[in-house]
Structures are given as structure tokens and as C-alpha cells.
């Protein structure tokens, strides 16, 4: 599962990435500095698994991951190839929601493409040329489903009618995760792997003195968010990369407390984004390891253990789970046990965030 940080050239995406990763991409201040995708994994924050370490003293603690591609930037005119357009709309179409980064703070001294901070035309320019790419597709699309249909084939004829619809519904310049579709249309669309399909998260690149509150170009950002429903964060990208280079712990959270913040930025940046793929944690905890598992959304309890190994899926027997809050308040898997709220739980079991899960399974 990938998350792909997208803007116009010069928005902070290089900065931002160098401090969500451990990849250092080149960052400039010119136009095209990242030309090939940067690819990093990002360790997710988790209170829960600092927690259960302290509880249970492992020999190895492993944190969740979730992986950030960092896409070139994109100008007017990429639907036709200009720029770098076609590599940046293969790119963006391999990743599974997006990070949209709007620049929305004001210097002289770092160009922009437009001439002006303006982060609704920003958006607005990326939202066309994705747009114009998915009306290409669905355009394709429906010509190929419209041959079909004279043979008389049932399904092609009810996608000729989903596919007219929808390429009306983009030329009237709206994104393809506001379409309305029944269970048989979100196939077809999932498979057609649209652009302006993907879940986003707006994330208002501001300067230090706006990254408590924000500012106006946020305030702009964050009514036009909340039509689209999605999401809208503000961090003041050069300011965490400065919060980056600090070496220990308590450096960082002397900075963030000058600034007023509790948390760095990147830290929601990666939780953000973590939701924003649907995804979840489930752990392990052992004196070996204690370990979170990243997991979809409604994973089942034999889906969860699959993540760890296909055996473990296949021969799934049960699961004893023991929820987050259960073992926090009582200190020990003992402990849990002897208060009797440690639960068995079997195939149709649907994991939820946080669970502490031991399987037992038979190959």
C-alpha cells in the first residue's frame, strides 16, 4: 500500500518526504528537482506499542511501516506530456491515496510556478490534468464497452450506461471519488484505477509562525476540503525539516514546545496518511518481540495471521485476543488472563484496531 505526496514543482513535496523518510531525495529550489519517484518507508507513531514494550521488556520492539513515494512535480499541460507529465501520472496511478501538498505561505525567495500563492488555482491545476487523464481512460473505456454491447452482451450494456454517466461527470470538471455507484460500478471503476479516484489528503505547507494555527490560505483550504470530505492537515514542512536534524528526543520536543505544538507535524503526516489507506494495527507481544501488524480494515482473524505467514492463514485454528485497553490497565498477558478478558475468538472474528493477538494454527 503506497501513498504518493503530489503538488506543483516547488511546494515543499522533496522537504517533506526527506522528513517523513530516511530516503533523503534532492531538494532545491527550482522546478523538477525530484525527476524519479522516491520510494521510503516510513516508520508509523504509535503510543500503544511504546506501551507494550515498556510492559513487557522484548528483546526487539518493530514498529508498523507504510510506504511514501515522493512524485514529480506536476505542471499545466501533463494530461498531453508536458513537463514531466506522462512519468508523473504513471507514478501517481501506482499509489493508493494521495497527498496533495499546497503551498500556503508567502516568500519572495522561493519560486513559484504561478508567480503567486494561490492554493485553490494550485489544486485546482493538478485536479484538471488528472481530470483530463480519466476522461481519456473512461472515454476508452466506453468506446470499447459500446462494441461489446451490440453483441448483446447484458454486463457491457449496464458499463455503457455507467460510462457515459461518468465521462459526463468529469467533464464537468469533478473528481471520480464523488461519483455516485452501486457495488457492480465500484468494480468497474476499481479496475479502471482512475486518478482523481484515490482518496486525498490536502497537507497546507505554511511558514513557522502559522504552524500552530494556521492562516488564511488554510482557512481557504480547509472549506474546500470539507466539501470534497476529505482530509486537511497544515505543518510547516521547513520547520519539521529543522525539527529533523535536532539529535535527540528532547532537542525535538523542546522545539515543538516553543512552537506551541505537542506533536511534530510529520508524526500526524504518517498517522494521516496511515488512515488514509485504511489501514490498522494489530500486535504480537512476546519477550522475544513485540511487534505491530499493519492490516487492512475488516481483515478477518485468519487474514491478520496470513499477514505474518501464509501458514498461519491457512492452517488457522483460533485466535486468543486481548484488547489494548485490557492490557494496559492490567500490565500483564497474566494478569488479563486471571481477570478472564482474554477472549478466543474464531474465522469470522474481525479484528479490531489495537488488538493483541496470539494464533494458533495447524499445518
Given at each position: 500500500?503506497?501513498?504518493?505526496?503530489v503538488?506543483?514543482?516547488?511546494?515543499?513535496?522533496?522537504?517533506?518526504?526527506?522528513?517523513?523518510?530516511?530516503?533523503?531525495?534532492?531538494?532545491?529550489?527550482?522546478?523538477?528537482?525530484?525527476?524519479?519517484?522516491?520510494?521510503?518507508?516510513?516508520?508509523?507513531?504509535?503510543?500503544?506499542?511504546?506501551?507494550?514494550?515498556?510492559?513487557?521488556?522484548?528483546?526487539?520492539?518493530?514498529?508498523?511501516?507504510?510506504?511514501?513515494?515522493?512524485?514529480?512535480?506536476?505542471?499545466?499541460?501533463?494530461?498531453?506530456?508536458?513537463?514531466?507529465g506522462?512519468?508523473?501520472?504513471?507514478?501517481?496511478?501506482?499509489?493508493?491515496?494521495?497527498i496533495?501538498?499546497?503551498?500556503?505561505?508567502?516568500?519572495?525567495?522561493?519560486?513559484?510556478?504561478?508567480?503567486?500563492?494561490?492554493?485553490?488555482?494550485?489544486?485546482?491545476?493538478?485536479?484538471?490534468?488528472?481530470?483530463?487523464?480519466?476522461?481519456?481512460?473512461?472515454?476508452?473505456?466506453?468506446?470499447?464497452?459500446?462494441?461489446?454491447?451490440?453483441?448483446?452482451?447484458?454486463?457491457?450494456?449496464?458499463?455503457?450506461?455507467?460510462?457515459?454517466?461518468?465521462?459526463?461527470?468529469?467533464?464537468e470538471?469533478k473528481?471520480?471519488?464523488?461519483?455516485?455507484?452501486?457495488?457492480?460500478?465500484?468494480?468497474?471503476?476499481?479496475?479502471?484505477?482512475?486518478?482523481?479516484?484515490?482518496?486525498v489528503?490536502?497537507?497546507?505547507?505554511?511558514?513557522?509562525?502559522?504552524?500552530?494555527?494556521?492562516?488564511?490560505?488554510?482557512?481557504?483550504?480547509?472549506?474546500?476540503?470539507?466539501?470534497?470530505?476529505a482530509?486537511?492537515?497544515?505543518?510547516?514542512?521547513?520547520?519539521?525539516?529543522?525539527?529533523?536534524?535536532?539529535?535527540?528526543?528532547?532537542?525535538?520536543?523542546?522545539?515543538?514546545?516553543?512552537?506551541?505544538?505537542?506533536?511534530?507535524?510529520?508524526?500526524?503526516?504518517?498517522?494521516?496518511?496511515?488512515?488514509?489507506?485504511?489501514?490498522?494495527?494489530?500486535?504480537?507481544?512476546?519477550?522475544?518481540?513485540?511487534?505491530?501488524?499493519?492490516?487492512?480494515?475488516?481483515?478477518?482473524?485468519?487474514?491478520?495471521?496470513?499477514?505474518?505467514?501464509?501458514?498461519?492463514?491457512?492452517?488457522?485454528?483460533?485466535?486468543?485476543?486481548?484488547?489494548?485497553?485490557?492490557?494496559?490497565?492490567?500490565?500483564?498477558?497474566?494478569?488479563?488472563?486471571?481477570?478472564?478478558?482474554?477472549?478466543?475468538?474464531?474465522?469470522?472474528?474481525v479484528?479490531?484496531?489495537?488488538?493483541?493477538?496470539?494464533?494458533?494454527?495447524?499445518?
Amino acid at each position: 500500500m503506497k501513498c504518493g505526496i503530489v503538488g506543483l514543482p516547488n511546494v515543499g513535496k522533496s522537504t517533506l518526504f526527506n522528513c517523513l523518510s530516511s530516503a533523503k531525495a534532492q531538494a532545491a529550489n527550482y522546478p523538477f528537482c525530484t525527476i524519479e519517484p522516491n520510494v521510503g518507508q516510513v516508520t508509523v507513531p504509535d503510543h500503544r506499542l511504546e506501551r507494550l514494550a515498556e510492559l513487557v521488556n522484548p528483546a526487539k520492539v518493530q514498529a508498523a511501516n507504510v510506504e511514501i513515494v515522493d512524485i514529480a512535480g506536476l505542471v499545466r499541460g501533463a494530461s498531453k506530456g508536458e513537463g514531466l507529465g506522462n512519468q508523473f501520472l504513471g507514478n501517481i496511478r501506482e499509489t493508493n491515496a494521495i497527498i496533495h501538498v499546497l503551498r500556503c505561505f508567502e516568500n519572495e525567495n522561493v519560486t513559484h510556478v504561478d508567480g503567486s500563492v494561490d492554493p485553490i488555482r494550485d489544486k485546482e491545476t493538478i485536479d484538471i490534468e488528472l481530470q483530463l487523464k480519466d476522461l481519456e481512460t473512461a472515454e476508452k473505456r466506453l468506446e470499447k464497452a459500446k462494441k461489446m454491447a451490440k453483441s448483446g452482451e447484458k454486463e457491457a450494456k449496464l458499463n455503457v450506461e455507467t460510462l457515459e454517466r461518468l465521462v459526463n461527470f468529469l467533464m464537468e470538471g469533478k473528481n471520480v471519488r464523488g461519483f455516485d455507484r452501486n457495488d457492480r460500478e465500484a468494480g468497474l471503476l476499481k479496475e479502471m484505477q482512475l486518478l482523481t479516484d484515490k482518496p486525498v489528503l490536502y497537507l497546507c505547507n505554511v511558514d513557522e509562525s502559522s504552524a500552530k494555527e494556521g492562516n488564511a490560505h488554510v482557512e481557504r483550504v480547509r472549506v474546500m476540503a470539507k466539501e470534497e470530505n476529505a482530509g486537511c492537515l497544515h505543518i510547516a514542512v521547513s520547520t519539521e525539516s529543522d525539527i529533523a536534524e535536532l539529535e535527540t528526543y528532547e532537542e525535538k520536543q523542546l522545539f515543538l514546545e516553543e512552537l506551541g505544538l505537542e506533536d511534530a507535524g510529520v508524526n500526524r503526516v504518517i498517522r494521516a496518511a496511515y488512515d488514509l489507506l485504511q489501514l490498522q494495527t494489530y500486535f504480537t507481544a512476546g519477550e522475544k518481540e513485540v511487534r505491530a501488524w499493519t492490516i487492512k480494515r475488516d481483515f478477518t482473524a485468519p487474514q491478520a495471521a496470513g499477514v505474518i505467514h501464509t501458514d498461519f492463514e491457512k492452517g488457522f485454528i483460533r485466535a486468543e485476543v486481548i484488547s489494548y485497553a485490557d492490557y494496559d490497565n492490567l500490565g500483564s498477558e497474566n494478569a488479563v488472563k486471571e481477570a478472564g478478558k482474554m477472549r478466543v475468538e474464531g474465522k469470522e472474528y474481525v479484528v479490531q484496531d489495537g488488538d493483541i493477538m496470539h494464533f494458533r494454527f495447524n499445518v
